[in-house]
Nanobody, 124 residues
């Protein structure tokens, strides 16, 4: 599976950005896709995830501000980020991993097997 993120950049606090992740080669029939973020010296943090049928979860720190979605026809994952704050500054990564039908998605890095290279988001 190959994932390529885009859409990062610099924005002022209170602004918005929309990240995209182009996914190719995903042959999983049951899977989760997710966005993570990481700053220097810190562990990678789960932001939001979505199942193949559209069920989503998000971290408390971004609830009501960030929204994950997927266009299955276009094989693209999105992250709409609103009301950005400086603490949202990080490298953002998309990821995908197989997940049994009866098991919900998580925001743990160990549940994801393929990762993109990341896109930088800077909020000032």
């Amino acid at each position: 599976v190959q994932l390529v993120e885009s859409g990062g950049g610099s924005v002022q606090a209170g602004g918005s950005l929309k990240l995209s992740c182009a996914v190719s080669g995903n042959t999983y029939s049951r899977y989760c896709m997710a966005w993570f973020r990481q700053t220097a010296g810190k562990e990678r943090e789960g932001v939001a995830s979505i199942r193949e049928m559209g069920i989503t979860i998000s971290a408390d720190s971004v609830k009501g501000r960030f929204f994950i979605s997927a266009d299955n026809a276009e094989n693209t994952l999105y992250l709409d980020m609103n009301d950005l704050i400086p603490e949202d500054t990080a490298m953002y990564y998309c990821a995908v991993g197989p997940r049994p039908f009866s098991t919900p998605c998580t925001l743990g890095t160990s549940d994801y097997t393929s990762w993109g290279q990341g896109t930088q988001v800077t909020v000032s």
